[in-house]
């Protein structure tokens, strides 16, 4: 895992060893950062400060995404083939629990009251579990939306964005489920931020798009402009301070095999960052 500053983009670490890795979680409370390490099922544990490695904690099978929950004070990660959860404790780098999910898991989100919310790519649903007792409590059905992966709140509105792999932005109550409305967005999206400050959500498009959608009221959402980025940036990250977004890249070599995902052009991985 490479560390950059953000400030002109300078290597200022490196994380040695995170085989196959896949997400990064920050817990600033405690100077730590974590690594999903997805072929070794593994998380990575390293100073923010130093960067130096502090611990290997066991997980589940490939772990993907990952997040500090600032309410629960802990690390959740989602193994993606052993379709569960693993929730690890920052001050101690031990595992409090395992909870099965039933089905394969993308991203998650803490709506800041006790509650995480996942997506679950293969059932087509969104699961909310308790932070603390680890009790899964709802299942929302996804209508119209395929294969979920990236997924934000608006923890003001009670607001849940997640984007499908059938090109839509599915917006749910987080305390119902409801439906509140279905937006078009790029191909290829694996991910969404959402910008309290500006109240707007953003989808990063591997066909080198990113979907801007402005929340005008709890109720009313619209797609307000497509952004040109560069193909394969599907991730993203926001800079709450700035409100900049950055997504990652690199030039891909020509392949005719549509199944297949193209082969990295080695020397060409970047990370974009754009600002208004």
């Not at 002109?8 to 690594?35: C, E, F, L, M, R």
């Not at 932070?131 to 509105?157: Q, V």
């Not at 439906?179 to 969404?192: E, K, Q, W, Y």
């Amino acid at each position: 895992m490479n560390i950059l500053s953000k400030n002109g983009g300078d290597s200022v670490g490196v994380i040695h060893n995170t085989q196959g890795v896949h997400g990064i979680a920050v817990a600033g409370p405690v100077g730590k950062g974590y690594t999903t390490n997805g072929r070794a099922g593994t998380c990575t544990v390293f100073d923010l400060k130093n960067f130096m490695v502090m611990a290997t904690i066991k997980v589940g099978q490939n772990p993907d995404a990952t997040f500090y929950d600032d309410f629960s004070k802990k690390v959740f990660v989602f193994n993606g083939k052993s379709s569960d959860a693993t929730i690890i404790d920052p001050t101690t780098d031990q595992v409090l629990s395992t909870i099965p999910l039933g089905g394969k898991p993308e991203a998650g989100v803490s709506d800041g009251k006790g509650k995480i919310y996942v997506n679950i790519e293969d059932t087509g649903e969104i699961v909310c579990f308790d932070s603390g007792t680890f009790k899964i409590l709802s299942r929302y059905k996804l209508k119209g939306g395929e294969e979920p992966s990236g997924l934000a709140i608006d923890r003001a509105t009670s607001r849940l964005f997640t984007v499908c792999a059938n090109k839509v932005m599915i917006i749910l109550d987080a305390k119902t489920g409801n439906h509140i409305a279905t937006l078009p967005i790029g191909d290829g999206s694996d991910g969404v931020v959402f910008d309290p400050v500006t109240k707007m959500a953003y989808s990063s498009n591997g066909e080198g798009t990113i979907t801007a959608v402005k929340e005008v009221s709890a109720d009313k959402f619209i797609v307000q402009e497509t952004i040109r980025s560069e193909p394969g940036a599907r991730t993203i990250a926001l800079d709450p301070l700035t409100h900049n977004l950055f997504l990652p890249t690199a030039s891909f070599e020509k392949s005719t095999d549509a199944t297949q995902r193209p082969k990295r052009v080695s020397g060409t991985f970047r990370v974009l960052e754009f600002g208004k």
